[in-house]
Nanobody, 127 residues
Framework: QVQLVESGGGLVQPGGSLRLSCAAS????????IGWFRQPPGKEREGVSF????????AYADSVKGRFTISRDNAKNTVYLQMSSLKPEDTAVYSC????????????????????WGQGTQVTVSS
């Protein structure tokens, strides 16, 4: 069955790092753009970072530029989000999503464009 599964979340101190993974099964990510979204407690979901299907194009929310890096390994059918210099305000449930999208990703993509979603993984940044 088509599925996206996130992993790598957890508790980390401010200034620390985490790498999230988004593994796809039931379909190949070769033709899909991937987005990472997050939803802090009591707040709306927001787009964090996006990556194109195969051209290496990326986009980031201003709040994470310079700290987060999105990458993908199509051979492993997996997308990653490397998070560094983490702040308490990064605390949220992080979800990955996929949408058929062959064009370069040069800007954020609306959440309602995405077809497949993972269950999410909790990231907590606290001392």
């Amino acid at each position: 069955q088509v599925q996206l599964v996130e992993s790598g979340g957890g508790l980390v101190q401010p200034g620390g790092s985490l790498r999230l993974s988004c593994a796809a099964s039931g379909f190949t990510l070769d033709y899909y753009a991937i987005g990472w979204f997050r939803q802090p407690p009591g707040k709306e979901r927001e787009g964090v970072s996006f990556i194109g299907a195969s051209d290496g194009s990326t986009a980031y929310a201003d709040s994470v530029k310079g700290r987060f890096t999105i990458s993908r390994d199509n051979a492993k059918n997996t997308v990653y989000l490397q998070m560094s210099s983490l702040k308490p305000e990064d605390t949220a449930v992080y979800s990955c999503a996929a949408v058929y999208w062959e064009a370069p990703v040069t800007a954020t993509i609306r959440a309602d464009e995405f077809r497949y979603w993972g269950q999410g993984t909790q990231v907590t940044v606290s001392s």
